[in-house]
């Protein structure tokens, strides 16, 4: 859900926000005179080094100096984003849950706006999954009385936390900034496509998500439009 300006014609004329929403070692043979034949092999991480055995059997203990061109193992690579670091497992694992409940909100959003009616299914929506529902019924009454739709695709650049607070008076709060390219967007009015410039370069959107409480669900906010990205 986010808001943004639509250049719609309405009546009367003007603009009007609503939400968007190694190698391997060669085998070595020797003989030497008096010796016996013994071979060698080198396998990946391991080096058995052999000298001629004497005719009595006896042979000189393995070198004790590694080998220069074995290297060690690597760290495992860390599953935790960039974006995350810092943040404790508990802030992490509540920030993937938000942005995931936030990924639906918006698609559920996006199909009420592609339809541009309101309908009780859209209000008990908004009542129960946005942090101000009555801001968001209005947004969505707005564009439905100006006879507008808003169809086609956006695509997310990236996502990334502003702040994350757990336990607060109102519960959970999570802040995240994401960077949206909307140029798939189509806007009509009375079933004419409208251009809307704006939608041309991505731009970062501000969200605020709350679990508050009493519940066990994330709530979404409006989404402010800020710079491009």
């Known amino acids: 859900m986010c808001r943004m300006w639509l250049k ?34 080198l396998a990946t991480f391991l080096v058995v080094t052999c000298a001629a055995c004497s005719q009595n059997g006896a042979s000189p203990a393995p070198s004790a100096n590694p080998d220069p061109t074995t290297s060690a ?7 935790v984003q960039p974006e995350l670091a810092g943040y404790s497992e508990d802030e992490q694992a509540a920030y993937e ?9 918006i698609k559920r959003n ?8 309101t309908t009780v299914e ?29 169809t086609g ?18 519960g959970d709060v999570i802040v995240l900034r994401r960077c949206l ?12 496509e409208l251009e809307q410039p ?3 370069d991505p731009h970062i959107y501000t969200i605020r998500l709350e679990k508050r409480p009493s519940e066990d669900r994330w709530r979404s906010g409006v989404a402010e439009q800020g710079q491009t990205c």
Do not use: C
Request: charged letters at 20%.
């Open 8 to 41: 719609v014609q309405s009546v009367p004329e003007g603009q009007f926000g609503r939400i968007v929403s190694d190698s391997t070692s060669p085998r070595a043979n020797s003989e030497e005179p008096g010796m016996l034949r013994s071979r060698v092999v």
């Open 73 to 79: 193992p690597s760290a495992p690579a860390s599953s």
């Open 97 to 105: 849950a938000a942005v995931t409940a936030y990924d639906a909100f």
């Open 110 to 117: 996006d199909k009420f706006y592609a339809a541009g009616e």
């Open 122 to 150: 859209a209000k008990n929506f908004y009542q129960r999954y946005a942090v101000d529902w009555s801001t968001a019924w209005g947004n969505l009454a707005q564009v439905a009385n100006n006879k507008v739709t808003v």
């Open 153 to 170: 695709t956006t695509k997310t650049v990236w996502t990334k936390p502003r702040s994350i607070e757990l336990g607060t008076v109102k």
């Open 181 to 192: 390219d909307e140029s798939g967007r189509v806007v009509t009015q009375n079933g004419h």
């Open 198 to 200: 704006q939608f041309k």
